[in-house]
Structure formats: C-alpha cells, structure tokens
C-alpha cells in the first residue's frame, strides 16, 4: 500500500561564482512523496520507505491513523492534496497574524521616548 503526502519546496540555484545561495525570487514546486506501508496496526500504519525486495530502507518510520482527519500522509492523491491545500492556508494565516503583530510591535517601539 502506498501513502502520499504534497510538499512545497524551493531548491537552491547556483550564483556567478557556482556558490548554492537563496533564489532572488520565489521560485515553488509542489512535490508528491511517496511512501510505503511498513506494517499495519489495528488503529493505523506504520509508514517509510521498504526497498522492491521488502526491506525496510533506513531507521525513519511514522505512525499514521486509519480513522483520523489529520494525518502526515494519505492513502489517496485527492486527499494528501487537500491535505497539502488546507495545511498551507492554514500556514498563510498564522503568518499574516505574526507579519501583523510585528508591524505593531514595531510602531509601539517607535513610540518609546528614551
């Protein structure tokens, strides 16, 4: 059984001197990871990555539940990609809240007369 889980990465670019820095500019792409079923539990799977011949590839394994509404990855496309859509608006407000709370930490700090 395979599990899927959408993510948004940025890859570092090369500049004039072949160094690896930050792009100029946003530069997205939305990856789909893909994961196997190590093991199933009655509550849920233990999920990673197995080799084609069944070998358990590394020490890194996660627990994802059968019944729950959030989990780390999914056994369909459509839902790790709503999954992907709601984790990412839901990281779009906390953000705009703090881009908001500095903004006025900042005028209130203005304000301090020494």
């Given amino acids: ?12 670019e090369h500049d ?13 792409s939305v990856e789909l990871r893909k994961y196997d079923m190590v093991k199933e539990t009655p509550k849920g799977y233990w999920i990673g990555y197995v080799s084609p011949i069944g070998r358990r590839i590394g020490e890194w394994a996660k627990w994802v539940s059968k019944t729950s509404k959030k989990r780390y990855a999914y ?6 990609l709503n999954n992907f859509i709601k984790r ?6 906390i953000l705009k809240h703090q881009v908001t709370f ?10 301090i007369k020494l």
């Fill in 1 to 12: 059984m395979i599990f899927y889980r959408y993510e948004a990465v940025q890859y570092a």
């Fill in 102 to 111: 500095t903004e006025i930490a900042i005028n209130v700090a203005k304000q």
């Fill in 75 to 80: 056994p369909t496309k459509e839902e790790a």
């Fill in 88 to 93: 990412s608006e839901k990281r779009v407000k």
């Fill in 16 to 28: 004039y001197d072949g160094e690896l820095v930050s792009p100029k500019f946003p530069n997205p």
